[in-house]
């Protein structure tokens, strides 16, 4: 497998690979576990620290030094607290041909931030009866393997045992051979099941592009519409959230930047605004900016709207936050998303772009990064570089901190 193929994965815990957690939910309710955002023992001070002229100075240097080691051509970053001085910056060039600088108004492409709008949608069905978290996958979806002992909890919490599709050679093959052709949920569920499957159901956590493309075609056949209606008119509309959509194709509103990967077919770096991102469909495809991202990360961290009412009943906001504990230490991972060291959210790498959207609830604190390249430095994507460099600052007693993943088998 080679190393390419196992970066078009990620996403989410950075040090996931396949089959066990070395290094981006069992039937019934998932069991409770220690709460994964446990203070790192040696920090001290308060939760967040207040965004003084000082503190903003500091993060400036900070996320420059990254954007120099990490060579990442432009980032935007938010960092916002009820109560204080917001922060909000871009630094760099959004087109590295022109020269065209980053700004925060520009679309982003979120990859697998994606995720926490297709679990969301599955917990609505479930609160209206539509789906049980605990019906096997078989009932809706035709073909899977151990479909009929896999549950959708399992599959939105990442312990289903099915093979990643963007892991299989032959996919990663089609794709760079041809970014900008389109893929169907069903092709993609094609290179996921000529695979065994890696465990039984809930013994471990393997995160899998698979799960998600499952759990959207859950959501279409049970609502009725095609996922990106229904994530509009269900989420994206009730959250205020306008700059936001799951594209039909390649589109890509005005003004984006431009994204640079080397996950490419010679390994040379590539723009990427124009590559078709069907591929990674009800797990990845989606578009954002930064304001909308601030209106999703409490939204998806409490399950309340804007207005102060529901995206997700409190029953199932209890369950998805659930994240039982992963081998890496300090995360753990729920219904769609994840609690590092108490940040609560999620992250996203679509060849070109990388995002980052936590929320830490002790002090209704948001961190929103976008950046237009998804290109490691030293094994470490650089959106996670990003969170850990803002953390140590505006939160010490809790930095967004994961280990660097280990060569690929």
Do not use: C
Not at 352 to 360: A, D, N, R, V
């Amino acid at each position: 497998m080679s190393p390419s193929s196992v970066r078009l994965r990620r996403g989410v815990l950075a040090a996931v690979l396949t089959g066990t957690l070395l290094a981006p939910l069992t039937a019934g309710a998932a069991p409770a576990a220690p709460a994964a955002g446990t203070p790192t023992p040696s920090a001290s001070g308060p939760d967040v620290r207040r965004l003084t002229p000082d503190v903003a100075h500091r993060l400036d240097a900070s996320v420059k030094r990254v954007m120099h080691e990490a060579d990442i051509p432009g980032v935007t970053v938010g960092v916002w607290t009820p109560g204080q001085e917001s922060y909000v910056r871009s630094f760099g060039v959004a087109d590295k041909a022109t020269g065209r600088k980053m700004t925060p108004d520009l679309f982003m492409r979120i990859g697998s931030e994606t995720k926490t709008f297709t679990v969301t949608a599955l917990l609505q069905l479930a609160d209206q009866g539509k789906v049980g978290l605990d019906d096997p996958i078989g009932r809706y979806v035709d073909g899977v393997p151990n479909g009929d002992e896999i549950t959708l909890r399992q599959l939105a919490g990442m312990r289903s045992g099915l093979f990643n599709y963007s892991e299989d050679e032959d996919f990663y093959k089609a794709l760079t051979s041809d970014p900008r052709r389109p893929f169907t949920p069903q092709q993609l569920l094609g290179y996921a099941f000529r695979h065994p499957v890696l465990f039984q159901p809930g013994e471990k956590f393997s995160y899998s592009n698979t799960n998600l493309i499952l759990l959207g075609l859950v959501v279409e056949k049970e609502s009725g519409q095609r996922l990106g209606d229904y994530i509009e008119r269900h989420i994206l509309d009730p959250a205020g959230m306008k700059d936001t959509l799951f594209p039909k194709g390649s589109e890509f509103p005005m003004p984006h930047a431009q994204g640079y990967t080397d996950q490419t077919a010679n390994g040379k770096i590539a723009d990427t605004a124009d590559w078709d991102p069907s591929w990674g469909w009800a797990a990845g495809a989606m578009i954002s900016t930064l304001d909308d991202l601030r209106i999703w990360a409490p939204t998806v961290a409490t399950g309340r709207l804007p207005d102060g009412g529901r995206m997700v009943s409190p029953e199932l906001q209890k369950q998805r936050l659930v994240t039982p504990r992963t081998p890496i230490p300090g995360a753990g991972y729920g219904l769609g998303i994840f609690d590092v060291q108490g940040w609560i959210g999620h992250n996203g790498s679509l060849p070109g772009y990388e995002s980052l959207t936590i929320y830490l609830p002790a002090t209704r604190t948001t961190v929103v990064a976008l950046l237009d390249t998804d290109i490691d430095h030293d094994g470490q994507e650089p959106s996670t570089l990003l969170g850990e460099a803002i953390t140590k600052i505006v939160s010490p007693r809790h930095v967004f901190d994961l280990p660097a993943a280990p060569a690929a088998r």
